[in-house]
């Protein structure tokens, strides 16, 4: 592990440094965001890697498992898969857990490969900033990982000769991975270019917005709110 930044990272191992020591518990409450992983680590009979238990061996374990994932060979990463499928073949819902999940979902196996991805970039940002282009795409493709991206719909009323046509832009993002591929649609509203984005995505995070919620919250500050900005279209039901 190097005590001063890179010169260029092309690996995802190159992100590596002493703030690994400081980041897992960040990158598990990412995790944990996900109510069916969640309840997959809360409800897990798995008791030998229970993290409430045995926080020290958890921390242990996930740690080879990573290392074998940046720095092992191939006959390690069967090694250290074959055992992890055999604990994750033990841990799905039953009928009384609140959401259904089970450890071999691919969306859940993307959503934590992805957050173990950022593991890597937070390290490298924490103290040296952020990836300048060249080594981020480098990066993404030692990950096999690829992002695209596209201009949604929200700040569509900004039309060119506005001041801030050129800074102010909403972006939807697809990431797109060996195990599955994950969209956020970012604030947007209909959009065919986002519809095309998203089709096929393993996991699409979305905005989700109170209608009557907001416009009674917008004409209660401003009255004129309601004719001003909804098209003669739109229809409350």
């Keep these: 592990m190097r005590l001063g930044p890179p010169p260029r990272p092309t690996r995802v191992v190159d992100l590596l440094n002493p703030t690994a020591v400081l980041l897992p518990a960040a990158n598990v409450i990412m995790q944990l965001a996900s109510p069916a992983v969640g309840y997959g680590v809360l409800e897990s009979p798995v008791d030998s890697g229970n993290v409430y238990k045995h926080p020290l061996k958890r921390a242990r374990t996930t740690g080879t498992y990573l290392a074998a994932a940046t720095l092992g060979t191939d006959a390690d990463r069967a090694l250290i898969r074959d055992e992890v499928d055999r604990v994750h073949a033990l841990v799905r819902s039953t009928k009384s857990s609140p959401v259904s999940y089970n450890a071999f979902d691919p969306r859940l196996q993307l959503w934590v490969a992805a957050c173990l991805y ?120």
């Excluded at 390290?123 to 282009?133: I, K, N, V």
């Design 118 to 237: 950022r593991y890597y970039i937070d390290q490298h940002e924490f103290l040296y900033g952020p990836l300048d282009d060249d080594s981020a795409d480098a990066v993404y493709q030692d990950a096999k990982i690829t992002v695209s991206a596209m201009e949604n719909t929200h700040l569509r009323f900004i039309q060119p000769g506005n001041p801030s046509y050129a800074r102010d832009r909403s972006y939807g993002l697809r990431f797109q991975t060996p195990s599955g591929s994950v969209v956020f649609t970012g604030d947007s509203g209909p959009s065919q270019s986002l519809t095309k984005l998203a089709k096929g995505a393993d996991i699409l995070v979305t905005e989700v917005i109170d209608v009557r919620g907001t416009i009674s919250f917008a004409t209660a500050s401003s009255p004129t709110f309601l004719p001003r900005a909804l098209p003669t279209s739109v229809e409350l039901r």
